[in-house]
């Protein structure tokens, strides 16, 4: 690993970003059967707007002026990693377990890599490529729980589909991130991001609101709202506040192989936090996961 503490810093601000999004796999599959998945998006993002609003509404005003030319990126980036990946996942995860889903999210990585070949003539070095695959093989050994056969076994459904789609969307928002403006602050980004993705997100939550969420937001529990409130700060805005700083750092190749952290971080606490006992494959998929994230930030 490079000795650079500011790349370190890049690393760790995507691990921390992980941590987040596995907390909202937990979460999300509690929440998806009890509040809609517009819903839910949007009483995770709303909230989350304006606390950033009240943040950084007077940095956002002065840069107007810088971000009137990469609106349409930004809207772009807003659709694809909030609207799109957030209300699919929560859709997905009606019908679909949280193993299924977070399989599918520990292919990104070589969807970015594949991405950035196709679409942008990125060249694959071999040993990102290695790294990448060494990790994903420890994400399939965690979802296995160790036994290979698991997965001949995996029933597919609609709620699976939505949960393909989500992640094939956070996979595009991976490589479209290199677009971002780099003339603006992370903050001021993460603002404009936010607000494009509400805005868009706003009609669809109407429409929902008004057919059923208007019946059952009024029955969630005090813990209920405790989740929703969690989503709001820990994998709404401090998470992509990390992951885009940490991007902008260590780049998106090498980035988009720290996602595979988020299934790992979500076993960890479902084991804190739903009982589970520590098994021997947890440990391996740790191990790999780890190793395949370290071999792709060396440089030599």
Known sequence: MSKNPKLHLGYLSLVCATAFWGGNFVLGKLLSNAVPPITLTFLRWFPAL???????????????????????????????????????????????????????LAVVPVLVLLLNLLIFRESIRPIILLGAILSLIGVV??????????????????????????????????????????????????????????LSLLP??????????????????????????YLVIGPS????????????????????????????FAAIFSICFLDESIQPFHIISAILICLGVLICGYKK
């Not at 929902?208 to 405790?226: D, I, M, R, V, Y």
Request: hydrophobic letters at 50%.
């Open 50 to 104: 304006l606390i950033l609003l009240f943040c950084f509404s007077r940095p956002t005003v002065k840069a107007w002026h810088s971000l009137k030319s990469s609106l349409g990126i930004i809207w772009l980036l807003g659709i694809l990693g909030v609207v799109i990946f957030t209300a699919s996942l929560y859709q997905g995860l009606q019908k679909t377990t949280a193993l299924n889903a977070s399989l599918y």
């Open 204 to 229: 669809a939550f109407i429409y929902e609101l008004c057919q059923e969420s208007a019946k059952l937001l009024p029955n969630l529990t005090a813990s209920q709202w405790g989740g929703i409130a």
């Open 237 to 264: 805005i401090l998470s992509y506040a990390f992951w885009n700083y940490g991007i902008a750092i260590v780049g998106n190749a090498k980035g988009a192989v720290m996602t595979n952290f988020t299934p790992l």
């Open 141 to 198: 050994w965690l979802l296995s729980q160790g036994e290979w056969q698991r997965l001949l076994h995996l029933e597919l459904n609609y709620g699976d589909l939505w949960a393909m789609g989500s992640a094939m969307s956070w996979a595009v928002y991976c490589c479209v991130i290199q677009f971002k403006p780099q003339n603006i602050s992370n903050t001021v980004f993460l603002t404009m991001l936010v607000g494009l993705a509400v």
